[in-house]
């Protein structure tokens, strides 16, 4: 397989990133993409390849023109250091939209944790970039490509960041295989196997049929990101059955996440798409800092088995996975199956 990396994914250093002269520690470090590539070199899984640039045309088809042009634009004080928060948020009975650089970070963000650096954009849009290599890989007769995406994507929506996400990478690569199709109303099947709810992919695809977004996360009653999940959002209008939800309990082990991937895989099987998004958080793993789940290595090799059982073109793309001293092996555990 060919694996795809981000060159300007350190751009967006939030290792570097200090608050009123305290240091803002965060676990979404650019560490995290650096072990991952390298741990991914020595199991040579395959060719590893940076990423080739789309432009932005392709972004445009998941997020709004308003919301790339605040996260272009947004950081003006190149060399400062100082990050981005909202100050404010707007609420949902707020009144008027206001373009106020104090408001704006508030109106298109949903949470505290996710900083706007100054090579945020940068890395954010490098990280797009990979995505969409790895989609010409597979547009190209392969049968499955990797991208090392950071930072990740599945909590972005169409003109929301929050979660670690800016822009959604899973989304543009499922919209970019359709643009790309051969096919009438090619079909796509996203399956989220991130520890989190996959809250922006699924809200970019809610009334839309010809996207399947199957997610496998930690109950938004126990954990975040709270307002999205419940195994009762099924979609709305032509989307109706097509988005499928898992809520799990806290301490799911290698078993029982597997019987539920099984059932996940049904759905996907029985939707017949034409190709295959995975979102990879590596967050289910055991101790990893941000997540509550007890996956070992050999269960993200069986996830990996049982999700390349399919037989799908797929696309596979980072997201959340935080456990420094694990994330490589397990990303070469779940991704052995599909080299
Ligand atoms: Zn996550």
């Not at 991952?36 to 997020?63: F, K, M, S, T, Y």
């Not at 049929?209 to 496998?216: A, I, K, Q, R, T």
């Amino acid at each position: 397989m060919q694996l795809f990396i981000n060159p300007d994914h350190h751009l967006h250093a939030t290792d570097q990133v200090f608050l009123d002269g305290a240091r803002f520690t965060t676990t979404e470090i650019p560490l995290r993409a650096a072990l991952l590539v390298d741990g991914l070199r020595n199991a040579a899984l395959g060719e590893i390849l940076p990423a080739v640039d789309h432009g932005v045309q392709p972004l445009l088809a998941v997020h709004t023109p308003d919301f790339l042009n605040f996260l272009r634009t947004i950081y003006t004080q190149p060399g400062s250091a100082q990050p981005i928060f909202p100050t404010t948020f707007a609420p949902r009975s707020f009144k008027r939209f206001s373009s106020h650089p104090e408001a704006l970070p508030g109106y298109f963000c949903f949470g505290t944790g996710t900083p706007i650096l100054e090579g945020t954009w940068q890395a954010a849009y490098g990280s797009a970039q990979a995505a969409l290599s790895a989609c010409d890989a597979l547009l190209s007769g392969r049968a499955s490509a990797y991208a090392a995406c950071r930072p990740p994507g599945h909590h972005a929506a169409s003109d929301l960041y929050g979660g670690f996400c800016y822009l959604n990478n899973a989304a543009i690569a499922a919209r970019y295989l359709q643009a790309q199709a051969q096919v009438l109303r090619a079909r796509v099947a996203i399956l989220d196997i991130d520890y989190h709810h996959g809250n922006g992919t699924q809200e970019i695809f809610y009334e839309d049929g010809s996207v399947l977004f199957c997610s496998l996360h930690a109950d938004p009653d126990l954990d975040y990101p709270y307002f999205w999940g419940a195994a009762d959002e099924t979609g709305a209008g032509a989307g109706k059955g097509a988005n499928f939800n898992f809520p799990l309990p806290l301490g799911m082990t290698d078993e029982a996440y597997l019987q539920t991937l099984d059932k996940a895989l049904e759905h996907i099987a029985r939707f017949t798409p034409h190709w295959l998004v995975l979102s990879a958080g590596l967050d289910i793993g055991a101790g990893d800092p941000e997540g509550r789940f007890c996956i070992t290595s050999a269960g993200f090799e069986r996830i990996g088995q049982q999700i390349a059982s399919l037989h799908l073109p797929t696309v596979i793309i980072q997201e959340g996975g935080y456990r420094l001293d694990k994330l490589a092996e397990w990303a070469v555990a779940l991704l052995a199956p599909f080299a």
